[in-house]
Nanobody, 119 residues
Framework: QVQLVESGGGLVQAGGSLRLSCAAS????????MGWFRQAPGKEREFVAQ????????YYGDSVKGRFTISRDSAKNTVYLQMNSLKPEDTAVYYC????????????WGQGTQVTVSS
């Protein structure tokens, strides 16, 4: 059973930075892709970033390209989302998710962490 626990959310001023962490447990993740998604009130869930655990290949949503960086630490089984140049529109609950690489749907989700960016 995959377990994902996010941390690192909080309140930050526009232009600031935050780093989110996702601690993963329950199995070996070499055949997995890890993703970050976010959902703001009244809006649909939005893809933020993804990293393939085995080779580190990354993908980003258009709204965060150039500002956010996803990375992983295999020794700690932890995925990070470094968020720079934050904007008020980045305010949302951020979720960590995992999927088997050969399956398109993310099947495991964390509980989410709130990020609030003030103007």
């Amino acid at each position: 059973q995959v377990q994902l626990v996010e941390s690192g959310g909080g309140l930050v001023q526009a232009g600031g930075s935050l780093r989110l962490s996702c601690a993963a447990s329950g199995r070996t993740f070499s055949g997995y892709a890890m993703g970050w998604f976010r959902q703001a009130p009244g809006k649909e869930r939005e893809f933020v970033a993804q990293i393939t655990w085995s080779n580190g290949r990354t993908y980003y949503g258009d709204s965060v390209k150039g500002r956010f960086t996803i990375s992983r630490d295999s020794a700690k089984n932890t995925v990070y989302l470094q968020m720079n140049s934050l904007k008020p529109e980045d305010t949302a609950v951020y979720y960590c998710a995992a999927r088997v690489v050969v399956i398109s749907d993310f099947s495991s989700w964390g509980q989410g962490t709130q990020v609030t960016v003030s103007s």
